[in-house]
């Protein structure tokens, strides 16, 4: 009876693992999930059990400068950028939500109702649309959201300086 009932608790546990990992990644002012912007490319793959690998040089648009997805580690829609080897940016476009709450596909109106300053200006190649900015109290970090008929289609958070390249690496 022993066995029947640690074969079970050892399933149930199991069963669980899979609906942790799916659990949506919290992006702040100072990081996303685990990760802390300013960690190195191997701090960051230590934390998450060393499935990113590095794009050739030779491949990159900035050899300086890479993104990389997080599909291999089970984090489908999250992008991190690395510059000079540090990690200075996440871009999301689903698995993970602001501290505020904000994930894609909620309206706009949500990152007014959550921050006291928000800067707003016309997106970069549709100038009908919105790019919503909040900048952290200190100054170096950002986040900043992109809208499609008035919803979030995608935001990217961390150093102020690279959340507002809109080509990403390049």
Not at 74 to 103: E, H, N, P, S
């Amino acid at each position: 009876m022993r066995y029947v009932r640690n074969a079970l608790l050892a399933a149930c546990l199991l069963a669980c693992l899979p609906a942790r990992a799916a659990e949506p990644w919290v992006v702040g002012f100072d990081g996303v999930g685990p990760l802390r912007y300013g960690m190195t490319f191997d701090q960051v793959n230590a934390r998450l059990g060393h499935g990113l690998r590095h794009t050739p040089p030779e491949l990159r648009a900035n050899k300086r400068c890479e993104q990389l997805g997080l599909d291999a580690v089970g984090r489908d829609g999250i992008w991190l950028m690395f510059v000079d080897d540090v990690f200075k940016r996440v871009d999301v476009q689903g698995g993970a939500r602001t501290a505020a709450g904000i994930a894609v596909g909620d309206q706009a109106a949500r990152v007014y109702a959550s921050y006291s300053k928000v800067a707003s200006e016309p997106r970069p190649y549709v100038p009908e649309e919105r790019s919503l900015t909040v900048t952290a109290p200190d100054g170096r970090h950002a986040i900043r959201f992109e809208t499609e008929n008035g919803a979030i289609v995608v935001f990217f958070a961390g150093d102020a300086v690279p959340v507002q390249w809109i080509e990403g690496c390049l």
